[in-house]
């Protein structure tokens, strides 16, 4: 033993997003489309830079949903460079002294490339890869019916995230034959959800609330899909066999996305409710 650890530092590719954004995109749209763009093994042991006006618009919870799935596309790390957003969240949430890192002006990149967000829809990935990645109005067609949905989880259980599923399941109901899972990221984003009564939303509904835990997205408990059964969810992964049975198929979506097509039981843009 040297009691040294090897580590290789990994280049960086760059991705400029520019344009505007359409109704119903988020963050993990912006990322569903970039890994459709990139393949699942187009970021290996990369970082991947996320930049331009469009980032610079984007809310903490969808900048962190970016960030949390650069991995499926093989990177070794997503990164955002800090921004006034950056700052004025941190001061909300900790004390402690923080250092800005970012990349010099000067700095090479692996790869260097732009996204044209006027032209890109809510995104669903189809199974069984993240890169397997197609727009809603496709999808729709597609008439997918469903057995389960999943809505939260690390991806997209933000308060932002169960808002947005709250204001399109209030006053609906999920349908009889949907098991909806609501699940939020952390404990406090729970309490939050509770005070502003959002669970009251949900549960009326006919969802199942959960605490805060990786549950189906792992095939672990609180929805492992049997035999062929299908779901939609807003978690990070949707490789066959993860979620449960080998012969199960996930689909991966928005919050938006995935709160309307548990009150149709299929797949649907959330315009269509």
């Known amino acids: 033993a040297i009691g040294h650890c090897w580590l290789k530092i990994p280049e960086s590719i760059k991705i400029t997003y520019f344009g505007k954004l359409n109704k119903w995109v988020s963050g993990k749209d912006l990322i569903l489309y970039t890994i459709g763009e990139l393949g699942v093994n187009g970021a290996n042991y990369k970082a ?56 010099d002006n000067d700095a090479n990149y692996f790869k260097d490339f732009e996204i044209n967000c006027n032209l890109i829809e809510p995104q669903v990935a189809l199974p069984d890869s993240p890169e397997n990645v197609k727009s809603i109005s496709e999808v729709e067609t597609m008439e997918v019916e469903l057995d389960q949905v999943v809505i939260g989880s690390c991806t997209n259980g933000r308060i932002e995230d169960l808002r947005s599923a709250a204001k399109i399941i209030k006053k609906n109901k999920i349908k009889s034959n949907i098991r909806c899972i609501i699940i939020p990221g952390t404990q406090n ?60 198929e996930i689909y991966l979506s928005n919050p938006a996305i995935a709160a309307a097509s548990a009150i149709k039981g299929q797949i649907i843009s959330p315009q269509s409710i």
Do not use: W
């Open 48 to 103: 991947l830079e996320f930049t331009g006006k469009i980032i610079n618009e984007l809310s903490m919870a969808s900048r962190f949903t970016m960030a949390n799935m650069a991995i499926e596309a093989g990177a070794k790390t997503g990164i955002i460079v800090p921004d006034e957003t950056t700052m004025n969240y941190i001061k909300s949430v900790s004390q402690k002294e923080f250092k800005i890192y970012k990349s």
């Open 189 to 248: 984003i729970y309490y939050q959800a509770l005070k502003e009564g959002l669970l009251e939303i949900f549960i009326k509904s006919g969802a199942i609330v959960s605490t805060p835990t990786c549950g189906p997205c792992l095939g672990g408990h609180m929805g492992v899909l049997a035999e062929n059964e299908k779901v939609l969810s807003t978690t990070n992964r949707n490789f066959k066999g993860r979620m449960g049975h080998i012969s199960s």
